[in-house]
């Protein structure tokens, strides 16, 4: 009692509480920091997460292929209903992920803004042009036949506006699946060219499925595969090689009518022919197979690249 008095009547101010230590309640937790970085989710997440949505969405996907195609009378509609279930799958988990990115739809390739502009319609001509020139050389060479027209009247029209959208649809499957999300993370991670180099080989992984396909027709793949990655380094987005994608299939399977990755399609403009050696003419593969193709695509990568000349990838 008497140390209480003494305390009260001493005049020195009563000691504060401790002030409380916000800098540790501002830390982030181990959760987040082990998903997230100084540049938003970490880009091994990203594109783990990415392939985690995709392989189950695929699988929906064929089993929806599937049973439009027990309904359907026609086989090739249920090739353009597979082919668009195949695109939502590589779309549907970056839409999910860039909201979790707060990233711009744009930074993955096909910016809406520009969608369907100059540079889709000049790839579409260098990619028509592309595979005309080698099958030029190849006629030249006494190996191409062109044939008699297998379409006429109104079958034509109808065919040729067919494949020219089930041809759109592949390349948007394909090139936003290896360059479009995949392409951004793994950039992020690695850089652009190892990153490139990585999904253009699988880019020609993927096409083992398809029959009548050899090895020189697989690294033929992966050499348009680089390609494209060039034109994405060049452009900035994906329009270009989407243009380029579809104009030169539509014209393999169609326009030409020949084989495209080792796949010979119905609804085909002409009864074409090849005749000769298959390291020239590709064989069961196609033009694709040829060692001519490895010719004509190097040269389209370098008048592209003496063309656009700025790198306009950017992240």
């Not at 003419?281 to 193709?293: D, M, Q, R």
């Amino acid at each position: 009692m008497v140390e209480l008095q003494k305390d009260a009547g001493s005049g020195s101010p009563p000691e504060s509480p401790p002030a409380p230590n916000f800098a540790v309640a501002a830390q982030p937790s181990y959760a987040r920091t082990l998903f997230f970085g100084p540049g938003g989710l970490r880009p091994g997440w990203g594109f783990a997460f990415y392939v985690a949505m995709f392989y189950p969405l695929w699988g929906l996907a064929g089993v929806w292929a599937d049973w439009w195609h027990f309904g359907s009378t026609s086989g090739l509609w249920s090739m353009m209903v597979e082919e668009l279930g195949d695109f939502l799958t590589a779309l549907i988990p970056a839409l999910v992920l860039s909201r979790v990115e707060h990233r711009p739809w744009g930074a993955y390739g096909f910016p809406l803004r520009r969608a369907f502009g100059k540079l889709f319609w000049v790839g579409a001509v260098w990619g028509f042009s592309g595979i005309s020139l080698l099958l030029a050389v190849l006629y030249g060479l006494h190996a191409f036949s062109l044939g008699h027209l297998a379409l006429h009247g109104v079958r034509i029209v109808k065919f040729a506006a067919f494949w020219a959208v089930m041809f759109l649809l592949v390349g948007l499957f394909e090139e936003f699946l290896l360059r479009g999300y995949t392409q951004f993370t793994l950039t992020r991670g690695m850089g652009f060219w190892p990153a490139a180099f990585a999904l253009s080989c699988v880019f020609g992984l993927i096409h083992l499925r398809n029959e009548g396909e050899s090895w020189p027709g697989l690294l033929a793949v992966v050499f348009i595969g680089l390609f494209f990655c060039l034109t994405l380094r060049r452009t900035g987005n994906l329009w270009f090689a989407l243009g380029f994608h579809a104009a030169w299939d539509w014209g393999e399977t169609f326009f030409y009518s020949v084989p495209d990755s080792g796949m010979v399609s119905p609804g085909h403009l002409l009864q074409s022919s090849f005749s000769g050696p298959n390291w020239l003419t590709g064989g069961t593969v196609g033009p694709e197979g040829s060692v001519l193709c490895f010719v004509v695509i190097a040269a389209a990568a370098l008048l592209f690249e003496r063309t656009y000349r700025e790198a306009k990838y950017k992240i």
